[in-house]
């Protein structure tokens, strides 16, 4: 990092552009100016299919953009940079390695020697609670217990930014809540900068200290929601209380209409 | 027959629980019966098989001469067991055919992994390459083993080449696909967990094509026996299909086939080697639903 004041991640005027296999230009995204402060869990909402994960994508490193700029610490991305974890929507743990080898493999991409990175990665996985499955591989394990282990391997890294792509959408419910309490106990040591991108708005309530609201793709930044719900927070608890709700239902009411834009569009579609 | 009927005699005197253990008894019971019944239908098609093929050429119904009979064939392989053929004893027979296509299959494997994922990896390579592998895969390629008996002469070199052409592109096609339809969110998780280009095609790309790779093994170890045998059918000094066409060139219809009988059981056990080694290979692979 070349300075400590410059906020985390930083996107400029950011749009991305792709063509698609029929030659139509496609804008995921367009305009995005977003801010992400060091620390800082920032969660991203907007209806499905409007391009939020394609932001993601161009703060890792993954995908360029087309237009503006992205900088993370104050830097223009170029290529995919080592402070970053990913943690992805669908399953992404290599099947061929066992849960132990799974969790080493970023260490031991990143040259750290073999003894030192199966120390670190015992202890991630303790710390996720898999320490007794370390050599089952990933097609005995459950959902939930796969999404462990994939951010076992993201934490392992260390990563000063952590960004998340609907990442607990294939679990179930319960799963999921306990999911989240892990995750918010997992980063509240790291001093990490989270961006968590869903389509669950109490998800993101819960979870996060800033909902940024996308509108309907070509999605761009409507309007950014300041949480201030004290923490720790436990997700099922923190649902029941007033200032949740409040929250809640202010969100709502710029969410939903994009929501239902969306919603029209695919009617139309489909008419 | 139900299990149910089984059991239901037994049933009205005797307490739940072993009610239950009777019941689940007589379903093993049910399943041995029908793993036998298969068994011996499988038999049965065998025997029935072989007895009208010996009744026929007995009785005059197909000519003995020209399609011989089991025991005929039976004889002959004891004939070659015991007294050697005409080329020298069985075994170095057989070991010079598979010594000649286990060459010919390790190098075109090796060749077709190599050249399946350096293509179902850059791009540019698979652009350059592409038609005339085409090319050459749509040509009738066991034509190629007369030239190669120009080429190579009449030692094992001529039939290691007609194996290493047939197995290649089958490999080559297997890896290719494999490389190319590696978990895109596989590859993009080990980019940002730090891999480089070569660990990426090491650590991902490598495992996940060999289910693909496997699957292609299995065939084209068939395809350089076939290779080998027809190598060594058109010119050589040893060999199965030496024999088969030496057999040929006298009229022995049952030397014909029972070389073909020894070919089969030596492909079988190759065939069993690789699943065996598959298995060990696979053990992060979950269990097909359905599979023995």
């Not at chain 1, 991305?77 to 992805?88: C, E, H, Q, R």
């Not at chain 2, 084209?220 to 027809?230: D, E, H, N, R, T």
Request: hydrophobic share 50%; proline share 5%.
């Amino acid at each position: 990092m070349t300075s400590n004041t410059s906020p985390a991640i930083e996107l400029r005027g950011a749009g991305k552009a792709f063509r698609t296999p029929s030659g139509a230009l496609h804008t995921a995204v367009r305009d995005l100016d977003l801010t992400v402060e060091r620390g800082e869990f920032v969660a991203v909402v907007g209806p499905t299919g409007c391009g939020k994960s394609t932001t993601l994508t161009l703060v890792s490193g993954l995908e360029e953009p087309t237009e503006g700029e992205v900088l993370v610490g104050g830097e223009p991305v170029g290529g995919i940079g080592g402070n970053v974890g990913f943690v992805f929507q669908q399953d992404a743990v290599f099947p061929w390695r066992t849960v132990l080898s799974n969790v080493m493999a970023g260490p031991r991409f990143r040259g750290v020697a073999k003894a030192e990175a199966r120390e670190r990665a015992r202890d991630w996985l303790a710390r996720v609670g898999l320490s007794a499955f370390e050599d089952r591989y990933p097609h005995q394990l459950s959902g939930g217990q796969r999404k462990r282990v994939a951010l076992a391997a993201t934490f392992v890294n260390d990563p000063g930014i952590l960004l998340m792509d609907e990442p607990f959408s294939a679990l179930d419910v319960q799963t999921r809540a306990l999911m989240s309490d892990q995750l918010l106990d997992l980063w509240a040591g790291t001093g990490s900068s989270v961006v968590f991108v869903t389509h669950d708005l109490e998800e993101s309530i819960a979870l996060a200290d800033k909902v940024v609201v996308m509108t309907a793709g070509p999605a761009t930044v409507k309007e950014v929601f300041t949480i201030d719900l004290p923490r720790p927070r436990k997700v099922e608890e923190v649902r029941l209380e007033p200032r949740f709700v409040e929250i809640y239902r202010e969100i709502w009411s710029s969410l939903g209409e994009e929501v239902r834009i969306t919603r029209e569009r695919g009617a139309a579609h489909a008419a | 027959m139900p299990p149910e009927s089984v059991s239901l005699p037994a049933a009205g005197a005797l307490a739940k629980p072993s009610d239950a253990a009777e019941r689940s008894k007589a379903r093993a019971r049910a399943v041995r019966r029908r793993a036998l019944l298969v068994n011996g239908a499988r038999l049965l098609v065998l025997v029935l098989f072989l007895g009208l093929w010996e009744w026929f050429s007995r009785a005059g119904v197909i000519d003995k001469f020209n399609f011989s009979m089991p025991s005929e064939v039976y004889d002959q392989i004891r004939t070659w067991v015991m007294h050697g053929t005409a080329q020298g004893s069985l075994a170095e027979q057989i070991w010079a055919t598979l010594q000649e296509a286990l060459y010919g299959w390790v190098i075109g494997v090796a060749a077709g992994v190599l050249l399946g994922i350096a293509l179902g990896r850059v791009r540019f390579l698979a652009d350059v390459f592409g038609p005339y592998v085409k090319i050459l895969n749509a040509m009738p390629r066991i034509v190629l083993a007369p030239i190669f008996l120009i080429w190579f002469g009449l030692g094992p070199a001529s039939k290691v080449a007609s194996a290493v052409v047939l197995v290649f592109f089958p490999v080559f096609f297997n890896a290719f696909q494999g490389a190319r339809e590696v978990d895109r969110n596989l590859v993009a998780n080990a980019r940002i967990l730090g891999a480089s280009n070569r660990q990426v095609t090491f650590q991902v790309v490598i495992p996940s094509a060999t289910s693909w790779i496997f699957t292609s093994l299995h065939v084209s170890f068939g395809f350089a026996l076939i290779g080998a045998i027809v190598g060594e059918y058109i010119g050589a000094t040893k060999g199965l299909g030496l024999m088969v066409s030496t057999a040929q060139g006298t009229f022995n219809s049952a030397g014909v086939y029972a070389a073909m009988v020894i070919l089969a059981v030596v492909a079988l056990i190759a065939e069993g080697l690789l699943t065996f080694l598959e298995k060990r290979l696979f053990r992060w692979k979950p269990a097909e639903s359905g599979a023995r």
